[in-house]
């Protein structure tokens, strides 16, 4: 056997000799790979090939995480523009009690007709001739294939929540966008008046900044039920979830017969809730959470409309505004607002106000927006603002999305400001989410698809071969007010 010495006597009497430089070779094998001793004379590292697993290791979301989109009721459509018809009314609830040969009173049933346009989602693919040529892991264009149909699916899963055509044209509305029904006028068409008589609706349910309960979940079912429906599933983002799942850790009872402890996993997490109408499926999709967090160095998107400029932004009063100084900024802190422009291809930067504002009780701010000069158009504006904070300056704080506004809303005075202005009043809290409760059926909703997720190939006109992966389609939300929208949902347990 040989110690350290003799080892290295041993090789000494190599020394210069071909022959021992192979065996100290064979000896060690070094972290070295191929690729690092590329055009390099070889050293005494072995010549080895490197070991890599022949699979795929996805760091992506997986088809099963597309909630939402996988179970909605799929139905056909037959044009670009699919139209239906509500009845709204049987009729006024008065009389129907009269005298012996008397005639009745008539009485009209109301009927709403509405239209929601078939709207176009597609992406591109490539793969060059050689990739698909070489031996790999995995087969090039069928895993691009697949690759392009789930980009398909998470805009589709996304935006069945949270699309505005009156924003993004090219867009087709979410249910979030024609659950909140607003007209003028108190014409029948529409269920709601203005956007304040939508958030003091039944079918809306703040929080305030409270995560989800099981009162909330039974509270929202019997108004289901008061709109002549059934509560079947609860959608939101899987933290809201988690603390509903939380909130009953507490009450958690665990009976034993004083011979051992109980054997098992422990712990609650909810699938359903019992109700006093049925049962409520909960579904975490981690698709309709709200939009991410910026910051003052956050990066614009490709192609994204050119910055707008932020005025100093102002303190109004104004009655209908939902601020409370308690709930809102209970230590009198300040806040900063920032805004961004939106285009069809992403967000812009955040134009920045550096002026802290202090909100109170009965206040509204409006933020004074003038569209910057860009390649690509300005469609809307998203308006961000940060948490209550003691710093004096935005330098380095984080701004969370709140709502967004359509340019021309902007331009003539959105909910009640001047021209070129928005006002916040309120409706909604900085990093929250929010969840929907329905009857998950072609009753209340459905996804008409003028064609189904599919897959065009495109002519050869280089060495690659280019496809197209498309989805035609546009939900429907037939019943609106069989569907409760719960906003300022806290993302951990909140009492």
Not at 145 to 165: G, P
Not at 233 to 244: E, G, I, Q, T, Y
Request: neutral net charge; contains cysteine; aromatic residues 10%.
């Amino acid at each position: 056997m040989f110690n350290h010495l003799a080892l290295d006597d041993f090789a000494q009497g190599f020394a210069g000799d071909q022959s021992g430089e192979e065996l100290l070779k064979a000896m060690q094998a070094g972290a070295i790979t191929g690729r690092e001793t590329t055009n390099l004379a070889l050293t005494m590292e072995p010549l080895k090939p490197e070991s890599l697993e022949r699979t795929l290791k996805n760091l992506e979301y997986r088809t099963q995480d597309i909630k939402m989109f996988n179970s909605i009721p799929k139905m056909v459509a037959y044009n670009t523009v699919e139209e239906f018809v509500q009845l709204y009314s049987y009729g006024a609830e008065r009389g129907g009690f009269y005298s012996e040969g008397e005639l009745s009173e008539v009485e009209d049933s109301s009927y709403i007709r509405r239209a929601e346009l078939v709207k176009y989602m597609q992406v591109t693919g490539s793969v060059t001739m050689q990739a698909q040529m070489v031996k790999s892991f995995v087969q090039a264009m069928t895993q691009e294939v697949e690759n392009k149909m789930k980009w398909i699916l998470r805009l589709a899963n996304r935006n069945l929540a949270f699309a505005d055509s009156g924003v993004i044209p090219d867009q087709f509305n979410g249910l979030y966008k024609q659950h909140m029904s607003i007209g003028s006028g108190g014409n029948l068409q529409y269920f709601w008046p203005t956007r304040a008589a939508y958030f003091g609706s039944d079918v809306v349910v703040d929080l305030r900044g409270k995560s989800l309960k099981q009162a909330d979940v039974e509270k929202g079912a019997i108004i289901v039920d008061d709109h002549y429906g059934t509560a079947t599933d609860l959608f939101a983002p899987p933290k809201v979830n988690s603390a509903l799942s939380q909130d009953y850790y507490a009450q958690q009872r665990i009976l034993q017969d004083g011979k051992g402890g109980v054997v098992g996993a422990m712990g609650t997490v909810l699938k359903a809730i019992s109700t006093s109408v049925g049962d409520v499926n909960l579904t975490g999709d981690k698709f309709i959470k709200a939009p991410g967090s910026k910051f003052s160095t956050s990066t614009p998107d490709t192609k994204a409309p050119a910055a707008p400029t932020i005025g100093t932004v102002i303190l109004q009063t104004d009655a209908t505004s939902k601020y409370v100084t308690a709930v809102d900024n209970p230590g009198s802190l300040n806040i900063f607002y920032a805004v961004c422009a939106v285009g069809k291809f992403g967000e812009s930067a955040l134009a920045i106000d550096a002026t802290a504002m202090v909100i109170i009780t009965g206040k509204a701010v409006d933020v004074p927006i003038t569209d910057g000069a860009g390649t690509y158009p300005t469609l809307g504006y998203r308006i961000y603002r940060t948490k209550p904070t003691a710093a004096g300056t935005p330098t380095g704080l984080e701004f969370f999305p709140i709502f967004t506004v359509a340019k021309g809303e902007s331009v003539a005075g959105y909910d009640g400001a001047s021209a070129n202005r928005v006002r916040d009043l309120g409706y909604f809290m900085p990093d929250m989410e929010q969840a929907f409760l329905t009857q998950w059926n072609d009753e209340v909703v459905s996804f008409k698809q003028l064609a189904p997720i599919s897959k065009l190939d495109l002519a050869v006109i280089s060495m690659s071969r280019q496809f197209i992966c498309f989805l035609f389609g546009t939900p429907n939300l037939y019943a609106p007010k069989k569907m409760i929208r719960y906003i300022n949902c806290a993302k951990t347990l909140v009492p």
